[in-house]
């Protein structure tokens, strides 16, 4: 085992704002979600790396669209969530299964994540979370296949998660989720700070990811449905009184939405 190598952790930028997650030790290779096959081929030459295991988190194509073409290339194992349309699978995987990458050294959990996708999964390992399109920087995820309270659930289960865990989301829509926090959350300080700090990573054109769990409970309004801001923003949206935490999800996705 090259344990005494560093588990690296970076972005293979793809289309206009995915990430596809490379996670590697010495010269060997993990990938999170390759919704395209092409920068994966390049980023593993420039570095001679060796594919041992693809992980998927939902059924979009912007996440799986490569997976053909690598597979034609590298017989590798594929996890993926049961119970989606994902026909390149070799492992479906779902709550409390538990995945090994062994030339990694690495193990995740797997987390049911629906609300986005109708069996959207996480993976939760090596104080990381690759947590697709279900968590977002100062975001989440549109609801195409559940409904607030599933997605709620699932973004409840995440955050319960410890504050120190790095969240790689499978999109750098960072700065665009962070005006519209901005807009229903205007007082809250340390979301005017990450507001700055992001900025000015994405004016460098570096990546605003990963984030940390702690920074998303204090910043993002999708985690927040219990803080008197985030229940007077949706009681604004509304125009009646939100009575439950579910309603309040419900109506600031909403606004999200229309925004
Ligand atoms: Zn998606
Ligand atoms: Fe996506």
């Known amino acids: 085992m090259n344990t005494h190598h560093p588990l690296i952790i970076e972005p293979i930028p793809a289309f206009k704002d995915n990430y596809i997650w490379a996670l590697r030790r010495d010269t060997q290779l993990a990938i999170v979600d390759p919704g395209d096959a092409a920068p994966v081929f390049a980023y593993m030459q420039q570095r001679e790396l060796t594919l041992t295991a693809i992980l998927t988190t939902h059924h979009h194509a912007d996440h799986v669209g490569g997976v053909a073409q690598l597979l034609a290339q590298h017989s590798v194992p594929v996890f993926g969530p049961k119970n989606e349309p994902i026909q390149v699978l070799t492992h479906a995987v779902s709550e409390g299964d538990e995945l090994e990458i062994p030339q990694l050294d690495v193990r995740f959990r797997v987390i049911d994540v629906p609300g986005h996708t109708r069996a959207h999964i996480a993976y939760y390992g090596a104080g990381a979370l690759f947590c697709g399109d279900t968590l977002f920087a100062c975001g989440c995820g549109r609801l195409f296949e559940g409904t607030p309270a599933q997605m709620r659930t699932s973004l409840t289960k995440l955050r319960d998660l410890p504050d120190d865990t790095l969240v790689y989301c499978a999109h750098e829509y960072t700065l665009s989720n962070i005006s519209f926090a901005r807009m229903i959350d205007p007082n809250n300080a340390a979301l005017i700070e990450r507001e700055r700090r992001d900025t000015g990573l994405r004016a460098a054109n570096r990546p605003t990811l990963p984030s ?11 985690l927040r449905w219990e803080t008197p801001e985030i229940i007077q923003a949706a009681q604004q949206h509304l125009g009646a009184p939100a009575g439950s935490p579910d ?9 999200k939405n229309r925004a």
């Open 212 to 222: 940390t769990l702690g920074e998303e409970k204090r910043t993002n309004p999708f």
């Open 247 to 255: 309603q309040v999800f419900a109506a600031i996705r909403d606004w």
